[in-house]
């Protein structure tokens, strides 16, 4: 016996539905395919966040050095000869390129 027109109707729109959500769950955005997408960017994000981490390290403990109550003299000294350009004419300034 064959199914009213109605029913074959709500059937196929209930199929198709399907087929599209599954569509979505393998291709979309955040489906199947886009997983291993995910996790290479987390792994890329993670290890720009530890290299951050110690350039931040790196930095607070210039600034450490450089708090006014008990500032290191040669980093002080270091930074006047490179910022100012306070040397004397027999003196030979060696600098690091990262800092």
């Known amino acids: 016996m064959r199914k009213p027109p109605k ?3 709500r059937q196929m729109l209930a199929l198709a539905a399907l087929l599209i959500i599954a569509g979505f769950a393998i291709a979309g955005p955040t489906g199947l395919l ?3 997408e995910s ?3 987390l792994a890329e994000r993670q290890a720009q966040i530890a290299q951050l981490q110690v350039e931040r390290d790196a930095l607070r403990n ?3 050095r450089l708090n006014p109550e008990g500032a290191d003299p040669d980093l ?3 930074l006047l000869r490179r910022n ?3 040397v004397h004419p027999d003196e030979v300034v ?4 990262d800092e």
Do not use: C, F, P, Y
Request: hydrophobic residues 45%; without cysteine.
């Open 7 to 9: 029913d074959q109707i």
């Open 39 to 41: 996790e290479e960017l």
């Open 62 to 64: 210039k600034v450490d």
């Open 94 to 97: 060696i600098t690091l390129e």
């Open 34 to 36: 886009a997983w291993s």
């Open 76 to 78: 002080v000294g270091e």
């Open 84 to 86: 100012m350009n306070v």
